[in-house]
């Protein structure tokens, strides 16, 4: 087998370029669900259902929680629109360090409304990739080595990695909901 010729690659993936039907299977089974890889990778399935306090709980000090999370990928949504030129309003939370908004104070109502943000910044970037010219999707940034395209298919790989947090951190706060309801379930008695 010959060598992997590391500048050949990259001069290959600077020019690589999804085409739109991939995006957009993409970030639909990343973002909804139905990917072979299942339910666990899916963004909305990993918030169904989560109440404020589930969403904010924190799994450990330094750790992110989901409300957090759907946040990161509501502003990630909004940068890749302003990366592919559209214009967009101001983000509606403040930064706590690059690309992580600070979520308000945790309501029924605030989740709601930035799970809203999240789909609504969605269906605008896949209206977007869906409608984007071959020539968007091949465009390569000032400073970067990746294509637009490219881009917008590492959005959806970052929505599974994200899901798989998501759905690893409602477990814990489920497993620590259970404990704290049926304490007798967690507990060693010793005769």
């Given at each position: 087998?010959?060598?992997?010729?590391?500048?050949?690659g990259?001069?290959v993936?600077r020019?690589?370029?999804?085409?739109?039907?991939?995006?957009?299977?993409?970030?639909?089974?990343?973002?909804?669900?139905?990917?072979?890889?299942?339910?666990?990778?899916?963004v909305?399935?990993?918030?169904?259902?989560?109440?404020?306090?589930?969403?904010?709980w924190?799994?450990?000090a330094?750790?992110?929680?989901?409300?957090?999370?759907?946040?990161?990928?509501a502003?990630?949504?909004?940068?890749?629109?302003?990366?592919?030129?559209?214009?967009?309003?101001a983000?509606?939370?403040?930064?706590?360090?690059?690309?992580?908004?600070?979520?308000?104070?945790?309501?029924?109502?605030?989740?709601?409304?930035?799970?809203?943000l999240?789909?609504s910044?969605?269906?605008?970037?896949?209206?977007?990739?869906?409608?984007?010219?071959?020539?968007?999707?091949?465009?390569?940034?000032?400073r970067?080595?990746?294509?637009?395209?490219?881009?917008?298919?590492?959005?959806a790989?970052?929505?599974?990695?994200?899901?798989?947090?998501?759905k690893?951190?409602?477990?814990?706060?489920e497993?620590?909901?259970?404990?704290?309801?049926?304490?007798?379930?967690h507990?060693?008695?010793?005769?």
């Amino acid at each position: 087998m010959a060598p992997l010729n590391v500048k050949r690659g990259r001069a290959v993936e600077r020019a690589l370029t999804p085409s739109t039907p991939l995006l957009l299977r993409s970030l639909r089974e990343n973002y909804y669900g139905g990917g072979w890889h299942g339910p666990s990778a899916a963004v909305r399935e990993a918030v169904r259902g989560l109440d404020a306090s589930a969403a904010a709980w924190r799994p450990g000090a330094g750790r992110h929680n989901i409300w957090e999370l759907t946040l990161h990928l509501a502003y990630t949504r909004q940068m890749m629109l302003k990366r592919m030129g559209l214009p967009t309003p101001a983000f509606p939370h403040r930064l706590t360090k690059p690309w992580w908004p600070d979520p308000p104070a945790a309501t029924g109502d605030g989740w709601t409304a930035d799970l809203d943000l999240l789909e609504s910044l969605h269906r605008r970037f896949v209206a977007a990739v869906s409608g984007a010219s071959p020539r968007l999707l091949a465009t390569v940034r000032p400073r970067r080595n990746l294509t637009i395209g490219m881009e917008v298919l590492g959005v959806a790989t970052h929505d599974a990695y994200h899901a798989g947090q998501m759905k690893i951190v409602r477990r814990m706060w489920e497993t620590m909901v259970r404990s704290v309801h049926e304490p007798s379930r967690h507990r060693t008695t010793i005769v």
